[in-house]
């Protein structure tokens, strides 16, 4: 997709893994509790936790991080709580529970608490603010720098204390502030990554851990984007064959699955050149491409894509531009029950600030040139796009660096890995990179489906096996294969 588109208290010194002699005394955010009060219609309850901005020396100042429950319904026991991470980064956890808490999630809300959160940078939790992008204009490693310079005066207090590391020590003060003896967790996407590093850093306090849809722990930031790249144009090929077989009412042409793969990328370079005017805005290569890598998160959005593709077919483009603009990352809900509209929130930059602290890589428009051929080898159609990507931390204001690569967690217990073999944005091969690099013998259940993630594909075998091991501690088999 284009840039464009874009806690039980315990001993002080136990509770930091903070290199020294000296640890900071972290009591007092271990031993907060938090007031819960109506927030929406639906039953779900808000409240919050104040936690340091940098862990190392909390004098540097605080930050609440917003917090939503749905209390436990029953029937049978309370368990405790689950905090959720929907991924992005820069999704809001308390908007897309708001819309997933009454269904997908409703089994699990019999026995347990369920807790969505902003992280830190996101949503209600100190946002990242970085005004209004600046205008498409010129090269776009200049756009980049342009941005992170709106970044840096707007929300440069806050850049180096965001990211995964720290968001991980939120959530074991959010643990204790929970009443929770152990950590119960589901993560979907990055929110994969964000358990595992949990697990790492805490694993004596690690409890049942599902992660769904996993990230690549330990890459840079080139393989992971090369990675996507090919993932990407399998599940394109899926959808085309998958089309084809629907005869005449397939809108792609082509005389067979070679020529319709090249005809799409074709529309996408006269897309460039050329774009198509809508009464909503422009059908550029941008929109065009985020489109289709919307469909492809999940199987269930692909007769909408054939729909959108048969409207551009008769010269209308703005089917495929709202589909765009819906977004592509994660899970999400356009329509949570406190009103707010997570198309106006700040993902896009909470993303940015994340992603940008979580790595060190800061690649030149030199070198994305230079990997330009092996991306479009990956992919002829989301390739080079993808390989833009590699520019997005040009300029950022706040040094990263590759400390939440390191998920080793030999010592936590086993967490359930839950990947797709057809996912376009975590590569199935991903988690068996997590498994091994955490080190526990963390068992892989494979969905042999396509789309982003498998606990909300409708597999009643990936449901079950999920709800399981969260409800009754039950593992499932080394190498379960679900349909």
Not at 3 to 11: I, T
Not at 61 to 80: C, E, H, M, N, V
Not at 141 to 156: D, K, P
Not at 294 to 305: G, M, N
Request: aromatic residues 6%; charged residues 20%.
């Amino acid at each position: 997709m284009g840039l464009g588109l874009w806690l039980a208290v315990g001993s002080t010194t136990a509770l930091v893994l903070v290199g020294g002699p000296a640890q900071p005394d972290l009591t007092r955010f271990y031993a907060q509790r938090i007031t819960w009060s109506a927030c929406a219609a639906d039953g779900m309850q808000c409240g919050s936790i104040v936690v340091p901005l940098d862990y190392a020396t909390p004098s540097r100042g605080t930050a609440d991080i917003a917090l939503s429950r749905y209390p436990a319904t029953g029937p049978g026991d309370r368990i405790g709580s689950l905090p959720v991470n929907f991924g992005g980064p820069g999704v809001s956890g308390i908007d897309t529970l708001a819309g997933r808490a009454g269904t997908d999630l409703a089994v699990l809300n019999t026995r347990y608490d369920l807790i969505g959160f902003d992280p830190r940078g996101v949503g209600r939790s100190v946002p990242v603010d970085c005004g209004e992008p600046p205008p498409a204009e010129g090269e776009l490693i200049e756009q980049v720098r342009r941005l992170a310079g709106q970044c840096g005066q707007r929300s440069g207090r806050i850049l180096p204390w965001i990211g995964t590391t720290n968001v991980s020590r939120d959530l074991d003060v959010m643990r204790a502030a929970l009443g929770d003896e152990k950590l119960d967790y589901l993560g979907f996407s990055y929110g994969t990554k964000l358990g595992a590093v949990y697990a790492h850093q805490f694993p004596d306090r690690a409890g049942r851990l599902v992660l769904d849809g996993v990230e690549d722990p330990a890459s840079d930031s080139e393989r992971v984007a090369l990675g996507q790249a090919a993932a990407f144009q399998r599940a394109l090929e899926a959808f085309v064959k998958d089309c084809a077989a629907q005869g005449k009412a397939c809108p792609i042409e082509g005389a067979d699955q070679r020529a319709r793969m090249a005809g799409l990328a074709d529309r996408s370079e006269r897309l460039a050149h050329d774009p198509l005017r809508t009464a909503v805005g422009d059908l550029g290569q941008d929109e065009y491409l985020a489109a289709l890598q919307t469909a492809l998160y999940s199987a269930d959005s692909w007769p909408v894509l054939s729909e959108a593709l048969a409207a551009l077919r008769a010269g209308d483009g703005e089917p495929l531009l709202l589909l765009a603009q819906d977004g592509g990352s994660d899970v999400r809900r356009r329509n949570p029950s406190d009103g707010s509209d997570p198309g106006r929130t700040n993902y896009a930059v909470a993303k940015l600030a994340v992603d940008c602290r979580d790595t060190s890589d800061r690649y030149t428009a030199g070198q994305v040139a230079a990997a330009g051929a092996a991306f479009a080898a990956a992919s002829p159609v989301f390739g080079r796009a993808i390989a833009d990507s590699m520019l997005a931390c040009a300029g950022w204001p706040s040094a990263g660096d590759n400390t939440s690569r390191d998920v080793r967690a030999a010592d936590a217990p086993k967490a359930l890995l839950v990947s797709t073999k057809g996912d376009p944005a975590t590569p199935y091969a991903n988690a068996r990179r997590m498994s091994d690099a955490l080190g526990n013998g963390s068992p892989v259940l494979t969905f042999n489906g396509q789309g982003h993630g498998a606990y909300f594909a409708h597999s009643t075998c990936v449901t079950e096996a999920v709800d399981g091991f969260l409800l009754e501690g039950r593992l499932p088999a080394a190498a379960t294969v679900c349909d």
